[in-house]
């Protein structure tokens, strides 16, 4: 394990863009829109804010130096660091749960993809293609979840500079400007300001809502891919130059502020879409919600905006492709680093062997999908992954030594024993962060 052969990234650009990367995708842009309509608006949002930095980045920090302390897949990091082979089973529930997680990203993955051929086809005159890819039938479910999945397999079967490295240094400053100036865009039309009060004014007779918190923090989790290892091995495969309390921060940023813009653009782009007529509450008086969500407004948004908006739905949808991509790499990438490493896997079979397995689950929740895909969602997100996240508090907190804790974090960060930083976050990880989740998970159960 460990060593030369594992590969490294070749710069500090490479990691915080991978890292960023993994944390910017559906989470944000699909899924934390969906959550925030659901909820209710300004209360989750803040709920969310207040978990991602009082949870979230605590346990990110915590991944971070495992990672790169051990140079290993989770299940490795456990089993190399002092006390930790007891925690091996918590390893592999990470690796599984990602695995599941991949299953259902994939579909929704494949709906942008589809989102983004639509307006192609058509301009090409093909208009029945055009109506079909975006039909979200099984059969079109299927066909660009398994797309998602082909293109997932050959990067991470490339390796962490060919695959990850490359893609994750393009292209996400071009999805960050065209969000802002569609936010611009949205705010001047009539109805907007509407959905902007509902966004950022707190309605706190909602917060003490059970869901609300289950939701907010399961969006933490899954937002910046915490609890499950992808942060983990990528930070393995950094070099011990880097500040990780530096880069945890602006991962954190970065991920927290594109989910607020994305919200920023989609509530208040619901109540434009009502002022001119549409539909955006159900029976019972509730913002409509669903996986469907972002997928009704932002086309609805972009037909407004005329022959420009074709060309914006085209670069947008291409950029959640990319956008989604670099978190499904960052997926496949957990088990396959297992293989590799602990089973001594060639790279290239393992990335089939285990694309493979996951892409039978992910077919499995496209034909049973109403069935499967929330149940899927809210398993993995809300519980599993806060679960994986207590025990990493335990492990960091309670279990590893804290001086092989404080010399892996000084590693590219020589003054960080005396700064503020070091005199908060273990108390976090020791308690704030774990307890918070136990209550969470409880009262979610009770
Ligand atoms: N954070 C990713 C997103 O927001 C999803 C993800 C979850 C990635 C878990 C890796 C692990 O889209």
Not at 76 to 85: D, L, V
Not at 169 to 177: C, E, G, K, N, S
Request: a neutral charge; aromatic letters at 12%.
């Amino acid at each position: 394990m460990g060593g030369s052969s594992r590969g490294e990234f070749s710069s500090s650009f490479g990691f915080i863009m991978a890292a960023a990367g993994s944390a910017i995708g559906l989470g944000n842009i699909w899924g934390f829109p969906t959550q925030t309509a659901q909820n209710g608006g300004a209360a989750f949002v803040l709920l969310y804010l207040i978990l991602a930095f009082v949870v979230g980045y605590p346990i990110l920090l915590a991944e971070f130096t495992i990672g790169r302390h051990s140079q290993s897949n989770p299940v490795g990091a456990y089993q190399s660091i002092k006390g930790g082979k007891r925690f091996a089973p918590v390893g592999f529930l990470g690796i599984t749960t990602v695995g599941f997680i991949l299953s259902f990203y994939s579909i929704i993955a494949g709906t942008m993809m589809a989102y983004f051929l639509n307006p192609i086809l058509k301009l090409v005159g093909l208009h029945q293609a055009a109506a079909w890819v975006i039909s979200q039938g099984v059969s079109s479910n299927i066909l660009f979840a398994s797309l998602f999945f082909f293109i997932t397999v050959l990067i991470v079967a490339a390796g962490v500079k060919n695959g990850i490295e490359k893609w994750s240094t393009r292209l996400m400053p071009t999805l960050l400007l065209i969000l802002i100036l569609l936010t611009i865009y949205v705010l001047t039309l009539d109805g907007a300001m509407e959905g902007l009060k509902v966004y950022l004014l707190p309605d706190f007779t909602k917060v003490f809502h059970t869901q609300l918190f289950t939701s907010a923090l399961g969006q933490a989790f899954f937002s910046l891919s915490l609890g499950v290892g992808s942060m983990l091995v990528l930070a393995s495969y950094t070099s011990k130059k880097e500040n990780l309390v530096r880069l945890g921060r602006l991962v954190t940023l970065s991920d927290v502020g594109i989910a607020f813009l994305a919200g920023l653009l989609i509530i208040p782009a619901m109540y434009a879409a009502s002022a001119s007529g549409a539909e955006i509450f159900d029976e019972a008086g509730n913002l409509i919600s669903g996986p469907n969500l972002i997928f009704q407004v932002l086309p609805a948004l972009f037909d407004t905006m005329g022959p420009i908006g074709i060309g914006l739905a085209i670069i947008f949808f291409f950029l959640m492709v990319i956008a989604a991509l670099t978190s499904t790499i960052s997926m496949l990438e957990v088990p396959v680093s297992y293989a590799v490493d602990n089973r001594g896997m060639d790279r290239t079979k393992a990335s089939i062997l285990i694309g493979g397995i996951f892409w039978i689950v992910s077919m499995v929740i496209a034909l049973n999908f109403d069935l499967l895909f929330d149940f899927v969602v809210a398993t993995t997100t809300e519980f599993i992954q806060p679960l994986l996240g207590l025990f990493i508090c335990v492990f960091v907190g309670w279990v590893m030594n804290r001086n092989t804790l404080i010399e892996e974090i000084k590693q590219g960060n020589p003054d960080v024993e005396n700064s503020f930083f070091m005199k908060i976050w273990p108390l976090f990880i020791r308690y704030v962060s774990p307890i918070l989740i136990l209550i969470i998970l409880a009262q979610a159960f009770l």
